[in-house]
T-cell receptor, first 106, second 111 residues
């Protein structure tokens, strides 16, 4: 069992839909990261949060420390949001989820 | 553009050889982390360096070693390459315990 679990593994949405990706972790972490990886490999850090909620444009990330759960929401999804979204926790080391592959169809 | 660069972009080696991958950190960052990402899988943490000292290590054998230099650039060395070492190797720079900025990666193929 991975220390960090994501769901769903794959997600297909129509352009404009509201999208939620979930992340649960079983280890002690000091921060939770949401990363975006496009085909070809480049990774971009979207959020780093240790409590509450952060918003950047159409992206919102929340974390519930007690429940060891985080969510990434995308409002008004767009085909350019198609990518793999990875959550990762920083503790004694960096624990990665297996990623959620998102495809947004025009 | 994150300001983090890696070299080379691609590399092909044969089993048993040694390889050195390089990473230049973003200005002002004193921490560098290295990750291995096999095809179709999520990244795996290799190790982290903070101010030239190893500051955490994942489940990788000792043939994976690293260095961080006074200018905070870094090297990842892998000895006795195995076929399973074929992967995308990513480095990320940050200030300790802060948001990480990823480089574009080095794709290593071991034949």
């Amino acid at each position: 069992k991975n220390e960090v679990e994501q769901s769903p593994q794959n997600l297909t949405a129509q352009e404009g839909e509201f999208i939620t990706i979930n992340c649960s972790y079983s280890v002690g972490i000091s921060a939770l990261h949401w990363l975006q990886q496009h085909p070809g490999g480049g990774i971009v850090s979207l959020f780093m949060l240790s409590s509450g909620k952060k918003k950047h444009g159409r992206l919102i990330a929340t974390i519930n420390i007690q429940e060891k759960h985080s969510s990434l929401h995308i409002t008004a999804s767009h085909p350019r949001d198609s990518a793999v979204y990875i959550c990762a926790g920083t503790g004694n080391q960096f624990y990665f989820g297996t990623g959620t592959s998102l495809t947004v169809i025009p | 553009e994150t300001g983090v660069t890696q070299s080379p972009t691609h590399l092909i080696k044969t089993r048993g050889q040694q390889v050195t991958l390089r990473c230049s950190s973003q200005s002002g960052h004193n921490t560098v982390s290295w990750y291995q990402q096999a095809l179709g899988q999520g990244p795996q943490f290799i190790f982290q360096y903070y101010r030239e000292e190893e500051n955490g290590r994942g489940n990788f054998p000792p043939r994976f070693s690293g260095l961080q230099f006074p200018n905070y650039s870094s090297e990842l060395n892998v000895n006795a390459l195995e076929l399973d070492d074929s992967a995308l190797y990513l480095c990320a720079s940050s200030r300790l315990d802060n948001e990480q900025f990823f480089g574009p990666g080095t794709r290593l193929t071991v034949l």
